[in-house]
Structure formats: structure tokens, C-alpha cells
């Protein structure tokens, strides 16, 4: 009997682990809209990013499980203001980063985030 | 937008030569195959249903006879059919291959694994054009193209312009198209040739002859000098590491391994149809083009950061 409460006890643990943590809200951030605008401006040449089709780069960090990462480019936390600002200007939260600026808008880089967010 | 089961169709024909071979040998053929079908069906389904004639009266010379003529109606009507599709592929092929006009426009496409490149003649004194992977034409004139391989044979196919001609090392092949609306027309390589072929794309853009005449007077003048530092920074970068392979027009640039860059930001793709031609695909591209295009012969490149944002910079000054 006791084992059993163990073993109940252990499964729901791990259960618990397995939870995604809620999903970060990007306001005006449209993540299908995201997805596409990743593919087309070619963030795939550089990241392997799940979901967005042809995006298998190895140049920089693969973006898989964005949502738990900690920080951003080692820079800073990752949050929803520090990642639009990162996509929008790379070079303003870390000079010298080899990552481009793309010329994506404030609302574009919005929706990438969103989408970044999904990826859990 | 077309759908995309219309898109680049060899069904759908966007030029003169496939119209031609679509209404004069492919719409023909494929109702005598329908009506065929049609019939072989029918008379399979009728056999099927009917009494068995044979087996009550095995003997019947009235029977035999009715089974001759009928085998020798059905061997006559086959060897008609197969007459009459011969006729109309001899006439179709003379027709598509039949020599162009003395206007014709001439493009000379040379085949590298795995992209084109293109050459427009120098009918003046002025320079020639040297281009890849986009093939302009001006709609409503007929274009020659001279096909040439460096290396592997090849094969040009316009999807939905015209049929496709290979590519032979060490022989000229011709082949020609026009196109009847102004468009982009997506093309792909049609002979396997290595590692790459499935990416080796081009594209053919017809524009008004007026347009297009403008594009080839842009494409004849050399490289503008780079306007601010970073993109001279770039265009010194470009000079120490891009240069063995690719030329620009206007600076000792002169490789001629990899496609002419001399107006590089005005094309749509990079790699022969591989990315749409963007900041991040340029850069991306240029430091790593084995991910994008495995086996591909452009080496990968290690830029230090401030070298990549200028050498794409000085990449995009190149209109």
C-alpha cells in the first residue's frame, strides 16, 4: 500500500514536470503571422527553428523550446519587451552581435515573438 | 496568385511554344486516349455481359467470319490512330522546332551545378550582360537561348513556357520560347546532375518591351563605387574573400567560378531559386551555404561580425 502511494506520488511528480508553463503573452503579437514572417525574411538561413519550413541553419543558435530559455544572446532575460527589441535592433542589446538587422517592424517583430513564445 | 496545383503547370501554358504543343498534340493525344479507353472499356464490358455464343456452337463459320472482321476493323483502326498521332508529332515538332526570325532576342544559358548562368550577346560595343538564375525576356518576342554545360549535361525547362532541351558538355543546343503575359515563370533543371539538381531553379521574368529594355541598359552599366563606409568596408571584404569566385563589374572582382554579383540586389532569389533574396537568407547563405545547399562548391566563410553586416551591406549597394 505504501509503495503504491509512492509510486502515485512519483507519477504525478513527474506529470507535474511535464506541464508547459503557461505560454508568454505578446501583446499585438500574431504567432501564425510570426511563423510566415520568420520563413520569408530568412531567419531559417541562420536558425533551425521547429515548425517554419526550411529553417534548419546552423550559423546561429537553434530557437527549439524558446519559451524556456532564460536569456536572450546571453544578454538578457528573456522577456517579451527584450525579445521584440532584439529581433527589431539586435545590435542594441548586444553590440557587436554578429545577428542582422532584418528591418522588421515593431508589430512584425511582435508577431515573430509571439511565435517564438509557442515553442515550448 | 494562381492555386497552387496552376502554378508553373505544364498544363497551363503562360507561352507560345507550349500553347502550341498543348493545343496541337497534347489535348488531341489525350482525347484519342480518353475515347480509346472509352471504347476498349465498353467492348470489355459488353464481351463480359454477353451470351456465350461460342461455347453453344463451337463450330459456326458465320461466327468465325464476324471474329475476323472484327479483329481486322480493330487492327486497322489502331494502326490509323497510331498514323495520325505520328502526323501530328512530326508537324509539332517542326513547328517548335523551326527556325526563329532574324529579330529574335538571343540569350546565351550555360549550365554549372547547380545554377545558370545567363549572358545576354554583346551586339555592340558595349559590354555584354552577365547574369544568374533570371532570365528576362520582353512578352510577345520570340527568345533564342543557347544552351551550353560546364561540366554535367543539364536541362532548361520554362515550366509553363516551353518543352525542355538539355544541356550537353562541349556542344551548343537551342531551344526557344515567348512569353505571352508578363509574369515570373518559375524553371528548373530537368536532367539529374548531382547533388543539387532539386535546387537548381531560375527564373524567367517577361515585362513589357519597353521595361525590359530598361533592364538591360541597367545591367550593362558597371557596379555604382560604394557610397558610405560600411558598405566600402564591405566592398573590401568582398575584395579578400569573395573575389577569386564572383565578379563585379567595376572593380578587380573578376572570378567567374560563381554567378556574376554585379547586380545581385535586383534579382529575387539567391542560390539558383534556393531563397528568396532577403538580408537574413544573404547572410545566412554566405557564412554557412553547405546547410542551405549541401555539396554546394561555395566554401562556408567566417566573417568576423562587423565584416558580415558589411560585406552584405556593400552585397545590397549592388542594384
Request: aromatic share 6%; net charge neutral.
Amino acid at each position: 500500500m505504501a509503495r503504491c502511494v509512492l509510486l502515485l506520488g512519483v507519477a504525478g511528480v513527474l506529470l507535474g514536470c511535464q506541464d508547459n508553463p503557461p505560454a508568454r503573452p505578446v501583446p499585438g503579437g500574431d504567432p501564425a503571422a510570426g511563423k510566415q514572417l520568420l520563413a520569408e525574411r530568412g531567419c531559417g538561413s541562420c536558425h533551425t527553428i521547429p515548425g517554419v519550413s526550411g529553417a534548419n541553419g546552423l550559423v546561429g543558435p537553434p530557437l527549439d523550446h524558446f519559451a524556456r530559455r532564460t536569456y536572450i544572446a546571453g544578454e538578457v532575460i528573456n522577456n517579451a519587451d527584450f525579445l521584440v527589441r532584439w529581433i527589431e535592433v539586435p545590435q542594441a542589446i548586444e553590440p557587436g552581435t554578429a545577428m542582422p538587422n532584418l528591418g522588421v517592424t515593431e508589430g512584425q517583430a511582435r508577431s515573430m515573438a509571439a511565435y517564438l513564445y509557442t515553442l515550448h | 496568385m494562381s492555386p497552387w496545383w496552376q502554378a508553373h503547370s505544364a498544363l497551363h501554358p503562360d507561352g507560345a511554344q507550349l500553347s502550341l504543343i498543348m493545343d496541337r498534340l497534347w489535348s488531341p493525344m489525350f482525347a484519342a486516349a480518353v475515347a480509346i479507353f472509352a471504347l476498349v472499356a465498353g467492348a470489355l464490358g459488353w464481351a463480359l455481359l454477353r451470351r456465350r455464343a461460342a461455347a453453344e456452337a463451337p463450330d459456326d463459320p458465320a461466327l468465325e467470319r464476324g471474329m475476323r472482321w472484327t479483329v481486322s476493323l480493330a487492327t486497322a483502326c489502331t494502326v490509323a490512330v497510331l498514323l495520325v498521332l505520328l502526323g501530328l508529332d512530326i508537324s509539332v515538332s517542326r513547328a517548335t522546332s523551326a527556325a526563329p526570325g532574324r529579330d529574335a532576342l538571343r540569350v546565351v544559358v550555360t549550365g554549372h551545378q547547380w545554377w545558370w548562368e545567363i549572358r545576354y550577346g554583346d551586339t555592340t560595343s558595349q559590354r555584354g550582360v552577365a547574369t544568374a538564375n533570371e532570365i528576362h525576356v520582353p512578352v510577345g518576342r520570340t527568345v533564342v537561348l543557347e544552351l551550353r554545360s560546364t561540366d554535367v549535361i543539364h536541362s532548361v525547362w520554362p515550366i509553363s513556357l516551353s518543352a525542355k532541351m538539355d544541356e550537353i558538355p562541349g556542344k551548343t543546343n537551342s531551344m526557344w520560347l515567348r512569353a505571352d503575359r508578363p509574369g515570373v515563370f518559375r524553371g528548373q533543371c530537368a536532367e539529374y546532375c548531382g547533388h543539387q539538381h532539386a535546387q537548381m531553379g531560375f527564373l524567367v521574368v517577361a515585362e513589357t518591351a519597353g521595361s525590359f529594355e530598361r533592364w538591360l541598359q541597367a545591367q550593362r552599366e558597371a557596379a555604382a563605387p560604394p557610397a558610405d563606409d560600411l558598405a566600402r568596408h564591405g566592398q573590401q571584404v568582398f575584395l579578400s574573400t569573395c573575389a577569386l569566385c564572383h565578379a563585379v563589374a567595376g572593380t578587380p572582382a573578376s572570378g567567374r567560378a560563381g554567378p556574376d554579383l554585379t547586380h545581385l540586389a535586383g534579382r529575387a532569389t539567391i542560390a539558383a531559386g534556393t531563397l528568396p533574396n532577403t538580408r537574413g537568407n544573404l547572410a545566412g547563405w554566405i557564412l554557412d551555404p553547405q546547410a542551405i545547399k549541401p555539396g554546394a562548391y561555395m566554401p562556408p566563410s567566417q566573417l568576423a561580425p562587423p565584416d558580415l553586416h558589411a560585406v552584405v551591406a556593400y552585397l545590397e549597394t549592388l542594384r
